[in-house]
Nanobody, 122 residues
Framework: QVQLVESGGGLVQAGGSLRLSCAASGRTFSRYSMSWFRQTPGKEREFVAAISAGAGSTYYADFVKGRFTISRDNAKNTEYLQMNSLKPGDTAVYYC???????????????WGQGTQVTVSS
């Protein structure tokens, strides 16, 4: 089983940057595709970005392309999301997830972190 813990969220002004981290436990971490989702109250959890197990491929939602970068360090069992040019619309709880293959819906993923709050002010 893979256990995931997010960190790095906080409050920033529009145009600022944050780097989220997702620390994973589990000996098979390097075999999983990893992703980031986000969710606001009353809305479905939405796909943000994903990265393949070997870090050879990345995938992004249209609304973050050019602003966010997903990466992973398998030696450290950690996934990252570098968020630049943040907008108030990026305000959400951000979750990392692990699955056998990447996808844009939550059903593709087997393991989830507890979430970390990102708030972007005007």
């Amino acid at each position: 089983q893979v256990q995931l813990v997010e960190s790095g969220g906080g409050l920033v002004q529009a145009g600022g940057s944050l780097r989220l981290s997702c620390a994973a436990s589990g000996r098979t971490f390097s075999r999983y595709s990893m992703s980031w989702f986000r969710q606001t109250p009353g809305k479905e959890r939405e796909f943000v970005a994903a990265i393949s197990a070997g870090a050879g491929s990345t995938y992004y939602a249209d609304f973050v392309k050019g602003r966010f970068t997903i990466s992973r360090d398998n030696a450290k069992n950690t996934e990252y999301l570098q968020m630049n040019s943040l907008k108030p619309g990026d305000t959400a709880v951000y979750y990392c997830a692990a699955g056998q293959a990447w996808g844009v819906t939550t059903s593709h993923y087997d393991y989830w972190g507890q979430g970390t709050q990102v708030t972007v002010s005007s």
